[in-house]
């Protein structure tokens, strides 16, 4: 076969940049990127554009006229649910992440000391608590409405009344409410701090774990001076992730109280959904929404400079 010389010559030239420009070939990411970013425009950046856009006007779903002003904060700011709203949600995330840490950090102790020890049962503890990871916000409120129930079919209240308790009303007394509310988050998240923790105590050394043992450490001393100390950066990732997460709670507060009785389970992504579908304020709800927006910023913020950081 005749060798042809102008077909290297082609394919160099092919490959030459023209005016200085690099021509996109296979090898350039950009036609893969555009659709991506194409996608993140529409999906993401633009609805986030127009929620502060709708914050700074009076516009309302029965009105389509609106004008730009800053009465939605001022209105919002001024009203005097806000201040109990903005309460309620620091109370329902303190506690719930708190208890969902703590909680998750015993499971995963227990199951990497389990696995280590070739327990039975561990993979079993881990698919249970994964189970409630893996079930939607939705029905996570709909089954602990089940439980919470205040009537003879309510399991919780029927257990207590076997155990000669008054039945308890969970979802119907405001200061019991948000405590039901929270018990139902924690129960929920404890399995993603658990996955987090537990993949943390799954790169300790074991060398350093056995030369603590052999001086002569207790259990307490290598759990607060050793374990604890070495997974501490997974331990703040996860109480932001976890803080992140629990802030934007809205599908399980919205299928179990939506807010009640009265306004004792409002949060603030509760707030966004009261003001525009109840109160019919599109800028009072887009208003509400940059506050619990600015919120997340400032935690990813947190979250961003840590890693930085680390």
Known sequence: MAHNPSAK????????????????????PVPWLLPLGVVLALVFLYPI??????????????????HYTFSSYRSLFAKPGFGHMVNVTFIFVAFSVLFQM??????????????????????????TVLAAWAIPGVIIGI????????SDAGIVNYMLSLMGFPKVPFLSDPHVALFSVTLA????????????IYAGLQTLPG?????????????WQALFKVIIPMIAPILFINMILSVVSTFNTFDMIMSLTAGGPGESTQVIALGVHSSIFHLFSLGEGAATAVVLFAINIVLTLIYFRFLEKS
């Open 49 to 66: 554009v127009e929620v502060f856009r709708l914050s700074f006007t009076d516009a309302s779903l029965i009105d389509k006229k609106l």
């Open 102 to 127: 703590a909680l998750g950090f015993v499971i995963a102790l227990l199951v990497d000391i389990g696995t280590k020890r070739k327990l039975l049962g561990t993979v079993v503890v881990r698919t």
């Open 143 to 150: 089954i602990w409405s089940m439980l919470y129930n205040e």
């Open 185 to 196: 988050n924690v129960w929920r998240g404890t399995a993603f701090c658990m996955i987090l």
């Open 207 to 219: 060398d350093v774990l056995e030369a603590a043992k052999i001086d002569g450490t207790t259990v």
């Open 9 to 28: 010559w082609n394919a160099d030239a092919w490959q030459k940049p023209k005016n200085g420009f690099k021509v996109l070939g296979s090898n350039s």
